[in-house]
């Protein structure tokens, strides 16, 4: 992952089951500083927009001299890493093809389940947090293979969105959720929002769970979880649903 403030991970990279499965081996995630790839006393790594604007957008050079050495595995400092002049094509590295690389950005492909899980069966993804106001265009057709949006808003930079990437996609990774079936049991797995659920206490505040969850009859169970799936996906995601399933 390549951004600007790699601090900004220590807390999410590091808790729960994500930090498990790094500690574990199951995954890995590398942080690189943009700012590595930098030439200028002052690691500057925007500039003001050509034709005029408001705000700084981020270089191409710096962020394809990054890429290139993420994706050939070369340290900040080498060759690659310091060219002032991007190739016309950016698409060819060592060993092979660029690994997918994804660029978050307002103007991405929404991020769904059926995304994050095409992006799980890549053996390796390189994500682009972007800054400011925005992100040379150049960047977008040199070096993203992938534009991401994770919402119909604007944040202060990609790596919210980052997280949001990583946490839907690694949890599909095999060893990373202790049970292995829980991810097909999810909202958006099956293509509707998931049934309501419900554990101790049997009654809290007047309110108690429903019947058929303790009546051991577990084709009724069934029944009525894929009802209640059916009916909260209706009412309130019914983008969801084709034509024939919204009444």
């Known amino acids: 992952m390549l951004t600007i403030f790699p601090g900004w991970f220590a807390g999410p990279l590091t808790t729960s089951l994500l930090g498990r499965a790094r500690r574990e081996g199951t995954l890995d995630v590398r942080l690189h500083d943009l700012r590595d790839w930098t030439t200028d006393r002052h690691r500057s790594v925007d500039a003001a927009p050509y034709g005029g604007g ?44 660029r690994p997918r690389t994804v660029l978050l950005t307002p103007r991405g492909r929404p991020l769904t389940q059926a995304l994050a899980t095409e992006l799980a069966a890549e053996p390796r993804l390189v994500l682009l947090c972007g800054r400011y106001e925005g992100i040379d265009e150049r960047v977008h057709e040199l070096a993203a293979t992938d534009e991401v949006s994770i919402g119909d808003y604007v944040l202060f930079g990609g790596e919210v969105a980052a997280a ?56 009724a169970v069934e029944r009525w979880r894929s009802e209640r799936a059916a009916t909260l996906t209706r009412q309130r995601r019914p983008d969801l649903l084709g034509p024939d399933e919204r009444t």
Do not use: K
């Open 54 to 97: 408001a705000g700084m957008l981020m270089r191409a050079d710096v962020w394809i001299a990054a890429c290139e050495s993420v994706w050939n595995d070369l340290p900040a400092g080498s060759t690659v890493g310091h060219v002032h002049e991007p190739p016309a094509e950016a698409h060819h590295v060592a060993g092979g093809e």
């Open 164 to 219: 949001a990437v990583i946490e839907a996609v690694t949890r599909l990774v095999p060893g990373v959720v202790g049970n292995a079936a829980s991810p097909d049991d999810e909202s958006f797995s099956s293509g509707q929002l998931e049934y309501p659920q419900y554990t101790r206490p049997a009654t809290i505040r007047g309110r108690g769970v429903p019947e058929v969850l303790t009546s051991g009859d577990h084709a």
